[in-house]
């Protein structure tokens, strides 16, 4: 797969160029250069936005952290929610530990721990609480919810994604026979 990747991926390259055209990384990285390149820009846009607020901090990647560095230079009203044990877009290049390193690179940082979850039952989140624990990182804080005890947790192990979804329909159906 990856010799297939080095050669697909200049031809790929070569054809946005003639087309005039950008993908998504292609875009960050522009940003990233103009920020970081371009002080009057970026004094503009930072006097412009002087509060950023970043969603899943955890799911940035390196390009889009260094955009939010440059943002909050002149004033840095920077707030950012995430935890580095739901990073789920490690494909994309998301780095958990941009959300670690957040203490270090903006020191006057107050971090407020949300560990109270109003979705999930005990179990799950208990379940939740055990399997992060084995993380290298430590968490926080403890999770907790007032939700009730719930059904037992299962685990459920499927051969690939077609078996999975097929799975997962079946369940639906038999739930949705049985009323529940």
Request: proline residues 4%; glycine residues 4%.
């Amino acid at each position: 797969l990856e010799s297939i990747v080095y050669q697909v991926f200049p031809v790929y390259e070569e054809k946005v160029r003639q087309q005039n055209a950008v993908d998504f990384d292609d875009l960050l990285l522009h940003v990233v250069r103009l920020l970081e390149d371009e002080t009057i820009i970026r004094e503009q846009l930072d006097e412009h936005f002087q509060f950023i607020l970043v969603d899943e901090y955890q799911d940035t990647n390196h390009a889009q952290y260094r955009i939010v560095q440059a943002m909050s230079q002149l004033y840095p009203n920077l707030c950012a929610t995430g935890d580095p044990d739901q990073s789920i877009y490690g494909w994309r290049g998301a780095r958990p530990a941009n959300i670690t390193a957040f203490e270090r690179d903006f020191p006057s940082v107050h971090i407020v721990s949300l560990d109270q979850n109003f979705r999930s039952t005990q179990r799950i989140v208990r379940c939740a609480g055990e399997l992060i624990s084995h993380n290298r990182r430590p968490h926080r804080g403890q999770f907790t919810t007032d939700n009730p005890e719930g059904d037992p947790v299962r685990i459920v192990v499927y051969e690939d994604a077609d078996e999975e979804a097929a799975g997962i329909a079946s369940e639906i159906q038999q739930l949705v026979k049985t009323g529940k």
